[in-house]
């Protein structure tokens, strides 16, 4: 059957409520929690635009169920693409804020969407210049696969198996001034 309101390229798949992000980053938390004994060593690191904001909530979940104040920041990949001088238009740079240093820390790089693995090497990248921390795990929101690199993040939110032709739209309230949701929709 071909229903013409399934192929229509605008329509977009309702994946996650806020609500159900709000869980999923609540796991992620007590996941994060129960494999890091030390929790004054971690340092959760956003990836612009949307990591920034699910780290600051992640560290919110964790404070609130342990007491414990973890550090958060960002990193900027712009310049660390591998992309970066492919692309049509110059990547739009911002300030890194992470702590002075990352000796013998673990940092958790955190994104809305783990899709290539191509980002997350930036990320790994950028962080080498902030010094060499203990170990570095990845938390992502949604995990859609396609990965192109050896990377698996340590902490998901949700998979979301998907065609190369789907897009994976995240919409965070302190971000887009939307409501928050996950969507699919066909390029």
């Not at 999923?24 to 938390?29: D, E, P, S, Y």
């Not at 998979?159 to 409501?179: H, I, S």
């Amino acid at each position: 059957m071909n229903d013409s309101k399934q192929s229509s390229s605008s329509a977009a798949l309702p994946i996650m409520d806020a609500e159900a992000i709000s869980r999923a980053l609540r796991r992620i938390a007590h996941e994060i929690i129960e494999r890091n004994p030390d929790l004054r060593s971690v340092v959760l690191a956003g990836i612009p635009s949307r990591g920034d904001e699910i780290a600051r909530r992640i560290a919110g979940f964790i404070a609130e169920i342990e007491k414990i104040e973890v550090d958060s920041g960002v990193i900027d990949v712009a310049m660390h693409r591998d992309d970066v001088g492919t692309r049509a238009e110059l990547p739009i740079v911002k300030a890194s804020q992470l702590p002075t240093s990352l000796e013998g820390r673990t940092v958790i790089i955190v994104d809305d969407v783990l899709f290539t693995g191509r980002t997350v090497r930036a990320a790994m990248d950028a962080i080498g210049s902030f010094g060499r921390p203990a170990r570095i795990q990845l938390a992502a929101l949604i995990d859609r696969g396609h990965r192109e690199l050896p990377i698996r993040a340590d902490y998901v939110g949700k998979n979301l198996p998907t065609a190369a032709n789907e897009k994976v739209r995240v919409r965070l309230e302190q971000t887009d001034d939307e409501p928050d949701a996950v969507r699919l929709s066909k390029e």
